[in-house]
């Protein structure tokens, strides 16, 4: 069984499979893209696993979660700030770490972009939100979501209730320029990852689990009615 059949078992895709233009994401991003990431992001689409995990996907609906948005970027730029100044450890050189996904406390996923020719190489490495502590996971993304969501690897970073929730998949939908105020949006489930990527990227200090208070709520529509 492969690590993605695996993932599909234990965690069912809502939507079809999508069939993405790898040839134009790889130039777009200068470089390849794994390839069990390919498969895992044509299986399920852009999302987030148990309410907690959201990779970068091509077709992210905000530039927080779109994997040829500018967030690999600045936090790349963030890194080597740290890195030269020796304000936080970086493991890494920062040009070999490549961010592939955020959760919802803020850690960040990268592939570890060494050798760069070769994705096939590639390991994930996961920051400490507000802290220094990192981990490394020696194989795929995909391997990785299987090994932590059926509770085989730990990471330190992560909430110990993880597994406690349903094993769902929640797929993202696109974001409005300009959404209705909160209190009158119909009915139906909030992409919290997406608003607590965006509350984290200005300042706001979120939660990482449970309901987002109100005023970052409010200030998400205030800034997106402007």
């Not at 200068?30 to 091509?58: Q, S």
């Not at 700030?81 to 070999?96: A, I, L, M, S, W």
Request: hydrophobic letters at 35%; charged letters at 20%; aromatic letters at 12%.
């Amino acid at each position: 069984m492969t690590d993605l059949e695996a993932l599909v078992r234990l965690c069912p895709p809502p939507n079809p499979a999508m069939h993405i233009n790898w040839n134009g994401i790889e130039a777009t991003l200068g470089m390849p893209v794994p390839e069990d990431y390919k498969a895992l992001a044509d299986r399920y689409g852009p999302g987030t696993f148990y309410d907690y995990l959201t990779l970068y996907h091509p077709h992210g609906p905000t530039e927080y979660v779109n994997l040829t948005g500018p967030m690999p970027a600045r936090i790349r730029a963030q890194l080597r700030t740290d890195y030269d100044r020796g304000t936080h450890p970086v493991p890494y050189d920062p040009d070999h770490l490549f961010a592939c996904g955020v959760t919802g406390n803020g850690e960040y996923l990268f592939w570890i972009t060494d050798p760069v020719t070769d994705s096939s190489r590639w390991r994930i490495a996961v920051n400490e939100a507000r802290g220094p502590r990192w981990f490394t996971y020696d194989g795929t993304v995909t391997g990785f979501l299987v090994s932590v969501l059926t509770g085989e690897t730990r990471v330190p970073q992560f909430p110990s209730d993880l597994l406690e929730v349903p094993r769902t998949f929640t797929p993202s939908h696109p974001v409005l320029l300009k959404p209705q105020p909160y209190e009158n949006r119909p009915p139906g489930r909030f992409d919290t990852a997406i608003l607590r990527a965006w509350a984290r990227e200005n300042g706001y200090d979120v939660p990482s689990r449970g309901p987002v208070p109100a005023d970052i709520r409010q200030a998400w529509e205030d800034a997106h009615n402007h």
